[in-house]
């Protein structure tokens, strides 16, 4: 039997509950009466519920994300029906704004809005004395000085199999209009000596994928360079063999100090996350994001060719006063630039932030991705979101590079953007599917875009997507064209 219970829905097995770590950390004299449960969102509702219910718990607090809302509301209804003496409390970002009118909000009997590491212990330790609680409680930023680290909380189990996501401050300095982290009110850091302690334990435990969470890693200096450090120190006392280290950046802010740390770096051992977003200075205007063009452009400059750090970087389409023409422009912009991947994504509508205008019509259920606005039709967008799959098997897979490179050359347009909508508008009207396309009808169309298409000689396409082919570490189901 367990009194409290924190659960939630992740979107996979390999993804812990950060937030429910974070939560836990803070229970103090009530940890032993709690417990950690996390399922994903292949999980049927009643098998949640079976499980949550074998502990027979008093206090559930549910973890709400875009990803699991829609879950968890067929999981909240089902428990008030079968247990209604469960008290649900919810917390979470998809629950912490514009929640009057959630569905799951109303089945639930308190809300914790905002940052509830400290109020959720407070609010069960309230619940158990039988106190009145309040139906909706906005909890105040935490003082992270304050905040027990939830490192610990990751087992051995975790640490093995899943990913591992660390956080050395909260916040965003930036204003991003379609960003909940515009609605932080400052950048705030956990005291770097504890953290870094955290870190060296959970590196004895054989820890070797750090993903950060921070927003804006690079933001400040002192905090960056002590973390780089740290790590750097490990890698040159033989420590650090097969460590990887995730990091979201700010494109343009990137000093001597963190250029001179990060070429250190063995290839394999970092990642950045680079959020470019939109290269189109009237659409950033618009949504309120600054960025300097000329010195992000230097500084990928720097990290292709002096580092081996590998970079992955975002656009989104359908922000405000972006058209089909001005993305291309900054995709195309962003590929002559050489990231390692390049994430197409679809501008959404999230709870508090202010991107909705007019003249945007957002899907009304998750994800809340545009389907229309005043300079892109629903059929671009369409376009655009198959472009994107599409973009993440053939591009950023890695496993066809001649092939595309190779595509891209015979392509009758300079534009990397419309070469591959080009390929993808194709495979769609060949397909009709965007996913569960198998790797060996992944060669099969490019080879048939590229012959029957571009009127490229098939002897030449064969040879080059060979190449390709026969570097895979599986040589099953070769396509036919390439056993002649």
């Known amino acids: 039997m367990t009194d409290i219970i924190l659960a939630t829905a992740n979107a996979r097995y390999s993804h812990a ?15 032993p009466q709690s417990c950690i449960h996390e399922f994903t969102i292949a999980d049927k509702a009643t098998t949640i519920v079976e499980g949550l219910l074998t502990e027979q718990p008093r206090i559930i607090g549910f973890g709400v994300y875009i990803w699991n809302i829609t879950l968890l509301t067929e999981v909240v209804h089902l ?4 247990a209604p003496s469960v008290v649900v409390i919810l917390g979470g970002p998809e629950v912490s704004y514009e929640y009057e009118q959630v569905e799951l909000v109303k089945s639930a009997d308190i809300l914790i809005t905002g940052e509830a590491d400290l109020v959720f212990a407070d609010t ?21 000085k304050t905040m027990a680290l939830p490192y610990a909380e990751y087992t051995d189990d975790d640490i093995a199999q899943r990913l591992v996501y660390v956080e050395a401050s909260r916040g965003c300095a930036f204003r991003c209009a379609f960003c909940l982290s515009s609605l932080d009110q400052s950048v705030r850091a956990f005291p770097i000596d504890s953290f870094l302690e955290e870190m060296a ?12 969470v921070d927003r804006t890693f690079n933001l400040r200096l002192s905090h960056s360079l002590r973390i780089l450090d740290f790590f750097l120190e490990r890698f040159d006392a033989g420590q650090g063999e097969g460590v990887f280290l995730h990091f979201e950046m700010v494109p343009d802010r990137l000093p001597d100090e963190i ?69 291309a422009d900054s995709f195309d912009r962003l590929w002559h630039l050489h990231p390692h991947d390049i994430q197409l994504g679809i501008l959404k509508r999230l709870k508090g932030t202010t991107i909705a205008t007019l003249d945007m019509c957002f899907n ?18 369409q376009r655009i ?25 015979q392509s009758p347009t300079d534009s990397p953007f419309a070469a591959l909508l080009g390929f993808s508008d194709w495979i769609w009207t060949n397909a009709h599917a965007e996913h569960g396309i198998s790797l060996r009808r992944q060669f099969d169309f490019l080879y048939d875009y590229m012959t029957k298409v571009l009127g490229c000689a098939t002897s030449d396409v064969a040879e080059i997507i060979r190449i390709d082919f026969m570097k895979l570490p599986t040589k099953n189901g070769m396509p036919d064209f390439l056993r002649n």
């Open 124 to 144: 069960c330790r309230r619940l158990l004395a039988g106190e009145q609680v309040p139906a909706c409680i906005q909890s105040e930023s935490p003082d992270l």
């Open 201 to 212: 334990t959970l590196l004895k435990r054989g820890c070797t994928c750090f993903k950060f």
């Open 385 to 409: 979101k198959r472009l994107a799959r599409f973009v993440d098997i053939f591009v950023n897979t890695d496993r066809f590079l001649k092939s595309i490179d190779y595509l891209l050359g």
């Open 79 to 82: 428990l008030k029906m079968v």
């Open 259 to 327: 250029r001179e740390r990060i070429k250190r770096f063995p290839a394999g051992a970092i990642q950045f996350e680079i959020g470019i977003q939109t290269f189109t200075s009237e659409v950033c205007d618009t949504i309120n994001r600054k960025m300097d063009v000329a010195a992000t452009e230097a500084n990928f400059a720097y990290l292709t060719e002096q580092t081996a750090v590998h970079i992955h970087a975002d656009l989104i389409a359908g922000l405000p006063g972006e058209t089909v023409a001005t993305f």
């Open 17 to 31: 509950s950060f937030g429910l770590r974070c939560l836990f950390a803070q229970m103090g004299d009530l940890r």
């Open 364 to 381: 009304p259920e998750p994800p809340y991705d545009i389907i229309r606005s005043d300079t892109f039709s629903f059929l671009e967008l």
